[in-house]
């Protein structure tokens, strides 16, 4: 099964592109040009055998964003520029980590770095999201865009259930331009600090390992993901995710609970 990575910058991509030409390797390039050009930079596609052959030929060096199945896209990249203006909170965003879906596999999770800050926005996209959930102390608005899940932060958005990159760039630029257009109009909308909606215990129980090892103190992982979802305890007493064997999973848990005020490890 083919491989794909992104990059933070195109420098990079060109670095990379660079090695495997030289090294002769056959691979494929995914382009998020024209439009989706402020939120991504091209991604690499590569058969197992040429990712091992670019890894040893000095690709281990390159600083990519992780790597994921590829699948082939059913959307087309759009033949327009991205809409952009000198006033927009959110000039740009970029893919900085990029991995299989925990509660879906076939699915791709990111993270995107903002060149801005979001925090000023997210009451007022509160007040327009009537089913997002929003945790003003962190702060962070989780929303679903479609079946993808949306944790948007002041600096950086998770994005769970992408299904690929050019649907993943494609939501990347929907919430791009959802909070420039909503801030500029925020002088016509009363924001909101209403924590309305939790994320469904179902969505963190799919981010546990699913072992019931009975480490955390509740009888199985289900019940575990009810008493984190009531509040009755943290996620990182999940001792394989966060001390274990089961680390992979660290990151997409604390995703889903950042709908519930946990903050992310970075936060603390």
Same mark, same amino acid.
């Given at each position: 099964?083919?491989?794909?990575?992104?990059? #933070?910058?195109?420098?990079?991509?060109?670095?990379?592109?660079? $090695?495997?030409?030289?090294? /002769?390797?056959?691979?494929?390039?995914?382009?998020? +040009?024209?439009?989706?050009?402020?939120?991504?930079?091209?991604?690499?596609?590569?058969?197992?055998?040429?990712?091992?052959?670019? @890894?040893?030929?000095?690709?281990?060096?390159?600083?990519?964003?992780?790597?994921?199945?590829?699948?082939?896209?059913?959307?087309? %990249?759009? +033949?327009?520029?991205? %809409?952009?203006?000198?006033?927009?909170?959110? #000039?740009?965003?970029?893919?900085?980590?990029?991995? !299989?879906?925990?509660?879906?596999?076939?699915?791709?999770?990111?993270? &995107?770095?903002?060149?801005?800050?979001?925090?000023?926005?997210?009451?007022?996209?509160?007040?327009?999201? !009537?089913?997002?959930?929003?945790?003003?102390?962190?702060?962070?608005?989780?929303?679903? +865009?479609?079946?993808?899940? =949306?944790? @948007?932060?002041?600096?950086? %958005?998770?994005?769970?259930? #992408?299904? +690929?990159? %050019?649907?993943?760039?494609?939501?990347?630029?929907? $919430?791009?331009?959802?909070?420039?257009?909503?801030?500029?109009?925020?002088? !016509?909308? *009363?924001?909101?600090?209403?924590?309305?909606?939790?994320?469904?215990?179902?969505?963190?129980?799919?981010?546990?390992?699913?072992?019931?090892?009975?480490?955390? /103190? *509740? &009888?199985?992982?289900?019940?575990? &993901?009810?008493? =984190?979802?009531?509040?009755?305890?943290?996620?990182?007493?999940?001792?394989?995710?966060?001390?274990?064997? !089961?680390?992979?999973?660290?990151?997409?848990?604390?995703?889903?609970?950042?709908?519930?005020? =946990?903050?992310?490890?970075?936060?603390?």
């Amino acid at each position: 099964m083919h491989a794909v990575t992104t990059f #933070a910058d195109r420098s990079e991509f060109q670095r990379a592109l660079g $090695l495997v030409e030289r090294l /002769g390797i056959d691979h494929g390039v995914v382009s998020p +040009d024209p439009s989706y050009a402020l939120v991504g930079c091209p991604a690499l596609v590569l058969s197992p055998e040429a990712r091992a052959e670019y @890894l040893d030929g000095g690709g281990s060096g390159m600083i990519d964003a992780g790597w994921a199945e590829y699948r082939p896209s059913a959307l087309t %990249v759009p +033949d327009e520029p991205p %809409v952009s203006s000198p006033d927009d909170l959110i #000039a740009r965003m970029v893919i900085v980590v990029l991995a !299989q879906c925990v509660a879906d596999p076939s699915k791709l999770r990111l993270i &995107a770095h903002l060149a801005g800050d979001a925090g000023e926005a997210l009451p007022y996209l509160n007040a327009e999201l !009537q089913q997002a959930s929003y945790t003003a102390k962190l702060p962070v608005l989780t929303f679903m +865009d479609g079946h993808r899940m =949306v944790s @948007l932060f002041r600096d950086r %958005v998770a994005i769970a259930k #992408a299904d +690929d990159i %050019v649907d993943a760039w494609a939501s990347l630029e929907r $919430l791009r331009r959802s909070v420039n257009e909503v801030w500029a109009r925020r002088d !016509q909308i *009363e924001p909101s600090f209403e924590a309305r909606r939790r994320p469904p215990a179902l969505e963190i129980y799919k981010r546990l390992p699913g072992t019931n090892c009975r480490e955390c /103190g *509740e &009888a199985s992982c289900t019940a575990f &993901a009810w008493a =984190v979802w009531r509040g009755d305890v943290d996620p990182r007493d999940c001792l394989p995710v966060f001390h274990g064997d !089961q680390s992979h999973l660290r990151d997409a848990l604390l995703s889903v609970c950042a709908g519930l005020g =946990v903050p992310a490890e970075e936060d603390i």
